[in-house]
């Protein structure tokens, strides 16, 4: 009997969760169906109000179902087509929107004329070395290990970022631990006592000691190189480099070297003296004139709107790589010193320009067990800079008065050498710039939405309306609907309060009624025999 009346009360509970999503189906399926009509209404109002016939024709239900289906695969092939060629166009505006070309206008072109780096063979002033020794370690010229002391001085002076196996030998000794290389240099390096000339007397050639991968050296018309000086400089502050027109005068620079022979460097005054391309070596009695063809590279100004991941260079104005002032060989240099206070917790002297602890001779002894920098040549890279000038040697005429070997040295200190340096006019030069700029992605994409759509920028707009206003209409009946029910649900709450409150009052007065009947006097009874 129990096993029965369990099987009624499941068959029971199963029938009325049955019906109870029947009933929710039947709900859902109207809700469908309504919302498929008010989005049907929506389509075809967007389509009338933007002239669109293909999205009316979709919901047309006069026509025949076929038809529609037809206008339908019409209208989602033509959206993916859109939207397929507006990514490529996207992708080309950030991936390629730069070209090199060749302007060949050159009649009224100004040119910048070549830096030079000036290395001395010899960098030590005799003087000066005397003077440290005796100051830092009080050796004179008398005790035993002057020369030994001078043989670090040389070995400091003459080294480099490629050959530094000398100064490392000094390792060992603790003497040397302390010691500000970078500063000793600065005392006991000669002194620039050229003179330099060019075919504009009025201007200021600037001339500044810096310190390369060569070591100390002498920057001629090399503005970038200011910042191998290590003091903060502002690239709107830094001198600007010597100048001409070509085709109507002749450009060079002359410089006289008196008692002093060197290595020369010819670059870009953009550039700070960093390959062996234009390397040119200057003796005594030596007289070297040459000649340099230039290629250049100038930057449209549409060029300063893209980012660097877009023109896929760098002005020299800008701040990146850490770098206040950029150039591409400044950001090489600047990356090999990072590796070596990586590996070595130590800064080379050649790089007075970058923040940390300077190597002393403990420390290039761990950059040569290191190989620094041979494989950090691979490793770093840097962008170019959006505007190059590169000069290349076309001729160099060389003549020497000769020194015999039996003169007397008061002699030899008369000997004079100079290196002049001029530019060939060019006649053609290369120009970045922008071939596909943000304007022109604006029209791909309204030639795409006109070609496969059919819609421009006033339909877009319409059809948004359409769609916002009867989102915001539907919005505001389901919000009037929920209120509504809300309040009516707060009526029947307040009713039935009220009926409550009612009720309770009534059983109160009940109460009461029957306390003052209970606590009352009895009337007397009259007993009867």
Not at 408 to 424: K, M, Q
Request: aromatic fraction near 12%; charge should be negative; charged fraction near 20%.
């Amino acid at each position: 009997m129990s096993n029965q009346r369990v099987w009624l009360w499941l068959k029971g509970i199963s029938g009325k969760i049955l019906r109870g999503l029947l009933a929710v189906l039947r709900v859902s399926l109207a809700g469908l169906c309504v919302y498929f009509g008010r989005l049907r209404d929506v389509v075809a109002q967007a389509g009338a109000e933007t002239g669109l016939l293909a999205l009316s024709l979709c919901v047309n239900r006069s026509i025949h179902f076929l038809e529609r289906i037809f206008w339908l695969a019409i209208v989602i092939s033509s959206v993916i087509a859109a939207l397929v060629l507006s990514r490529l166009q996207l992708e080309r505006y950030f991936s390629s929107p730069t070209v090199i070309s060749v302007d060949r206008d050159y009649r009224g072109w100004n040119g910048s004329l070549p830096a030079v780096t000036l290395c001395y063979y010899d960098h030590i002033d005799s003087f000066k070395a005397n003077e440290y020794i005796q100051e830092v370690w009080n050796v004179s010229i008398i005790d035993e290990d002057y020369f030994y002391f001078m043989d670090f001085l040389y070995a400091v002076v003459n080294a480099t970022a490629g050959n530094y196996a000398e100064l490392a030998k000094f390792a060992e000794d603790e003497r040397f631990d302390q010691i500000d290389l970078y500063e000793m240099i600065q005392r006991v390096d000669r002194p620039f006592e050229q003179v330099i000339s060019s075919f504009d007397p009025d201007f200021q050639i600037h001339v500044q000691r810096v310190m390369t991968e060569r070591g100390a050296c002498y920057a001629i018309n090399s503005p970038m190189s200011t910042v191998l000086s290590g003091q903060p400089v502002a690239y709107d502050l830094m001198p600007q480099p010597l100048s001409c027109q070509y085709g109507k005068q002749q450009c060079y620079i002359r410089m006289d070297l008196y008692e002093s022979t060197g290595v020369l460097d010819v670059h870009s005054p953009f550039e700070v003296s960093a390959t062996e391309a234009n390397i040119v070596a200057l003796h005594k009695s030596d007289e070297i004139t040459a000649s340099f063809k230039v290629l250049e590279t100038v930057a449209s100004k549409n060029l300063h709107q893209l980012s660097v991941a877009q023109r896929k260079c760098v002005f020299n104005n800008e701040e990146t790589s850490n770098l206040k002032i950029y150039s591409k060989s400044l950001c090489l240099a600047r990356c090999r010193a990072v590796m070596a206070l990586e590996m070595c917790n130590c800064v080379p002297f050649f790089y007075p320009y970058v923040e940390g602890p300077s190597c002393n001779p403990a420390g290039f002894e761990c950059l040569l067990d290191f190989k620094w920098p041979i494989w950090a040549l691979h490793i770093c890279k840097c962008p170019s800079t959006c505007t190059e000038i590169e000069y290349t040697m076309q001729t160099v005429k060389k003549s020497s008065w000769g020194v015999k070997n039996n003169e007397e040295v008061a002699s030899s200190e008369t000997a004079t050498s100079s290196f002049r340096w001029d530019l060939i006019p060019p006649k053609v030069r290369m120009r970045r710039d922008v071939v596909y700029s943000f304007e022109d992605l604006v029209v791909s994409f309204g030639g795409v939405l006109a070609l496969f759509v059919g819609v421009s920028v006033m339909g877009l707009v319409q059809m948004g309306h359409v769609i916002i206003y009867n989102l915001l209409l539907d919005v505001y009946a389901l919000i009037r609907r929920v209120v509504g029910r809300l309040r009516r649900l707060w009526r029947r709450e307040d009713d039935h309060k009220a009926e409550a409150s009612r009720l309770k009052n009534r059983l109160h007065h009940l109460n009461e009624r029957l306390s003052l009947a209970d606590t009352a006097e009895l009337p007397p009874f009259d007993y009867v025999n």
